[in-house]
């Protein structure tokens, strides 16, 4: 199993599935349907032995694949996982299954399309998180946009074209900045080594001058911060998020956004560890803001599917609270909150959509009362919202509890600020539930709602299933990272301390020279 190419093929088979689809009648809607379900629970099944093969007591990269493909250029395919991009790509295919089982009586025309652009972002999503190779990573992380594009522009509500072109802007701002400085440390490499490479492994080793270092950071950080959204870069996030049809939010916010968080870690903070750690109080301070800011918007918003993507800014705060603690606390917690985030939030999105079909509006005023004609559904909306909120027994109390123990380790007053945003969430939250919920029905309407049926029971129990099993047992997914965070923690300390030699026995030789020279 382990001599297979295991990361290609779950690169390319989603792609596969795509190209299939296209030999397909688009008359003939169930077969498509049927298709890609099968190659998305496929892809799931292929998954798995990443899981179960990964070796959590080996260093490095595991399942690696590297072959030369443009040689001059020092350009190659190579891929690999540790344990961290080994979770978000189970995170990934397991999501696009309930994105596909979702969509099933949702998306009403251009159904081929619809799951060809799926299943290629499926694609572009796992290629991002595998790639070792800069130009690599940066192809599949360019692809990501076309899809998630045409996903909102396309299928989405009203003013889907303003919340598409908005979404491709501003993440393509941040890519033209990230390829400027791919390009500058790719040349800096050269200088130094003599020969050409986009190796991650080897741009590790780049000494990076501090009067550049800030600016190539800033570039990543910038691009990164972008797709996480960070606070102020986060405007585009709530219009994509409403405009998008249900599968498209789940994605959106179970995966696509922690390609900004996954950046962090694999690329802007490694390659530049000195700027990294100087940038703690700016990163840290916009991630409290994040947190703060993004649970009072909730707080106001009508819309469910508004208020949802505004926690995602708070949420994401939290993530990059924890990891840029630069403890084993925060970073793990991070990670952990990065899972919880897409299983939580894309079971919110995925139970507003259930709702929408049935509406046909998000409008928090023509709800109440739901729980007695829907009680299935208001059974598995309170577990998904007390996981959202962090409680004890479920997802999402572990990260938040790791990352603001780990806070508080780095920066008291940051673990401090930061643990009020777990008291607003609860308060938007369950002040949501109750309105949508409880209380009276006052719109005919909602007397004559369907409550779950079969298909959305199963969709829902499986995202139950992960809130209470990472929450009970977070173990299982803790002891795939914690190899792997150690080895970044004190690969980025010593880097750090290089930095710090290296400056200091510059300033003593520039203090040396002048006094050679008086």
């Known amino acids: 199993m382990t001599d297979l190419p295991i990361l290609s093929i779950l690169i390319f088979f989603p792609l596969l599935g795509s190209i299939v689809l296209l030999f397909v009648n688009r008359e003939r809607v169930y077969a498509i349907k049927v298709i890609a379900l099968i190659f998305s629970v496929l892809e799931f099944v292929f998954s798995l032995p990443l899981f179960f093969l990964f070796d959590e007591g080996k260093k490095g990269m595991q399942f690696v694949e590297r072959y030369t493909w443009f040689p001059e250029w020092g350009i190659s395919y190579f891929l690999g996982i540790d344990g961290i991009s080994l979770l978000l790509i189970l995170l990934t295919t397991f999501l696009t299954v309930l994105c596909v089982l979702c969509s099933w009586t949702d998306i009403k025309t251009k159904v081929k399309e619809y799951y060809i652009s799926f299943l290629f972002l499926e694609t572009a999503m796992i290629g991002t998180l595998c ?43 941040g890519s033209v900045l990230m390829l400027l400085a791919i390009f500058a440390l790719y040349y800096l490499f050269y200088r130094q080594k003599g020969f050409f490479t986009f190796s991650i492994f080897d741009l590790y080793t780049t000494y990076v001058p501090l009067s550049i270092q800030y600016l190539l950071f800033a570039a990543f950080a910038i691009s990164f911060a972008i797709k996480v959204p960070m606070f102020p870069f986060h405007t585009w996030l709530p219009d994509a998020h409403t405009e998008a049809p249900t599968a498209g939010s789940v994605i959106l916010a179970g995966v696509l956004l922690k390609m900004g968080t996954y950046g962090f870690l694999r690329f802007a903070i490694p390659l530049f560890p000195k700027a990294a750690y100087d940038a703690i109080p700016i990163i840290s301070i916009l991630a409290i803001i994040g947190i703060i800011y993004g649970a009072i918007v909730s707080m106001m918003q009508p819309d469910l599917k508004r208020l949802i993507a505004f926690s995602s800014v708070s949420h994401l705060g939290y993530v990059m609270l924890g990891m840029f603690a630069f403890n084993m606390q925060g970073v793990e917690g991070s990670i952990y909150q990065m899972l919880n985030h897409g299983i939580s939030t894309g079971g919110l999105f995925l139970l507003v959509g259930m709702l929408y079909e049935r509406r046909h509006t998000r409008m928090i005023s023509d709800f109440g009362g739901l729980s007695s004609v829907m009680p299935i559904y208001a059974t598995f909306f309170m577990i998904v919202t007390l996981s959202s909120i962090g409680l004890p027994g479920t997802n999402g109390f572990v990260g938040e509890f790791l990352i603001l123990l780990g806070a508080f380790r780095a920066e008291k007053i940051y673990g401090i600020l930061g643990a009020t945003g777990v008291i607003l969430g609860a308060i938007y939250m369950l002040w949501m539930y109750q309105r949508v919920m409880f209380g009276t029905i006052k719109h005919e309407e909602n007397r004559k709602l369907k409550d779950l049926c079969g298909r959305e029971i199963l969709i829902l129990s499986s995202v139950v299933f992960f809130i209470v099993l990472m929450g009970v047992y977070p173990k299982v997914f803790f002891k795939k990272m914690d190899t792997t965070v150690e080895e970044f923690l004190k690969f980025v300390s010593e880097r750090k301390a290089y930095y710090a030699t290296v400056d200091t026995q510059q300033k003593l030789s520039s203090i040396s020279d002048l006094g050679g020279r008086r």
Do not use: N
């Open 131 to 173: 790639a070792l190779d800069l130009v690599l990573f940066y192809i599949f992380w360019e692809l990501m946009l076309v899809p998630m594009y045409l996903l909102i522009g396309v299928w989405g509500g009203p003013r889907r074209i303003y919340a598409a072109v908005k979404f491709f802007l501003y993440t393509m701002a």
